[in-house]
């Protein structure tokens, strides 16, 4: 049994406090908030046995193996360091940083602790989203020439999202879906990078739109926004063949076309605890290897992706106030 640890306790915390609960290899062991009450609230909603109000507390606990970072954007740097500082494994909530140059430290920090560390991008290690790819591999739709990847939500309520300091916009928190989702399917080996971005009042975006081109021809293309009804749709094609997709953070369900337009067969997303627990079961995984990286989602993966970003930011002259 991993003894589990989150740092903050806000939605995207009560979320995987439930999938620990569920998971027979996991013990929700700790939680940390800034307000020790909060805290306490927490654990006794999900039944930890430690409740902690500060998040020093709860890594110089040695009986803490597994650190689940859900605190926001602008704050993983810094707690997943002092995680991995203590000795403790680290599954740290998407976007992994809030840039590459942060992600890289962490990397090298990862491999001179000799700990577990992964990007919790939960959508990668979905059954469904694995099939595909396989699928896609094997040729169902012969050679794969375009992705269109779209992932909005009406999030103008939500705080956070407006303020840089916290590392606000769309593209690290809805974005970063799609780039995740064209690189496990088309890879990492991109060659050319344009985008288009609004942005607010702020400095942060509100939507970005992103076109990749591959050596070989192939092109994606990703819009992300937080100022529009809920969507998520995704649409593969090939010379042979299509997929539609309802789901670019999560996979519910795709359908496979021929090139005849005609459909070929429809496939649901199967039963699980919320989907966070195969996400959850690979870092157990790793640690009971060894391991410090995943197969799945490398940390070189996840340096792809903050890259990317990187540079999307960069066209438009976007950056967070500690990167001024």
């Not at 940390?32 to 006794?44: H, V």
């Not at 403790?88 to 920090?109: F, G, P, R, S, Y």
């Not at 391991?291 to 890259?307: A, F, Q």
Request: glycine share 6%.
């Amino acid at each position: 049994m991993v003894k589990v640890g989150i740092i903050g306790a806000g939605n995207i915390a009560r979320k995987m406090a439930h999938t620990i609960n569920c998971e027979e290899k996991a013990t929700a062991y700790a939680i940390a908030a800034r307000d020790l009450t909060r805290a306490q609230a927490f654990a006794d909603e999900f039944d930890f046995e430690k409740a902690y109000g500060s998040y020093l507390e709860l890594v110089e606990d040695p009986e803490v193996e597994l650190v689940y970072v859900a605190t926001t954007h602008n704050f993983h740097y810094e707690h997943c360091k002092l995680a991995m500082n203590h000795g403790k494994h680290v599954l740290c909530e998407k976007a992994i940083t809030i840039n590459a140059n942060q992600l890289a430290e962490l990397i090298k920090l990862a491999h001179e602790k000799q700990v577990t560390f992964m990007e919790a991008i939960w959508s990668r290690f979905m059954p469904l989203q694995l099939k595909l790819k396989q699928m896609l591999d094997e040729g169902v739709i012969g050679t794969p020439r375009l992705i269109q990847s779209n992932h909005g939500a009406l999030l103008e309520d939500k705080e956070r999202m407006y303020r840089p300091d916290l590392a606000g916009g769309a593209l690290l928190d809805l974005g970063v879906y799609n780039v995740h989702f064209v690189m496990q399917m088309f890879g990492n080996d991109y060659a050319t990078v344009s985008s288009s971005m609004d942005l607010t009042d702020e400095g942060v975006d509100r939507t970005t739109a992103i076109t990749l081109t591959y050596p070989d021809g192939r092109m994606a293309q990703m819009l992300t926004t937080m100022a529009t009804m809920r969507y998520t749709d995704v649409l593969i094609i090939g010379d042979k063949g299509m997929f539609r997709i309802d789901g670019s953070n999560h996979i519910d369900l795709m359908r496979l076309y021929d090139q005849d337009n005609q459909l070929v067969e429809t496939y649901q997303r199967p039963a699980d605890n919320g989907g966070f627990d195969f996400q959850l079961r690979e870092a157990i995984n790793l640690i009971e290897q060894g391991k410090i990286e995943s197969d799945i989602v490398s940390l070189e993966d996840s340096l792809v992706v903050m890259r990317l970003m990187d540079t999307v930011r960069a066209q438009h002259g976007f950056k967070y106030p500690e990167e001024k």
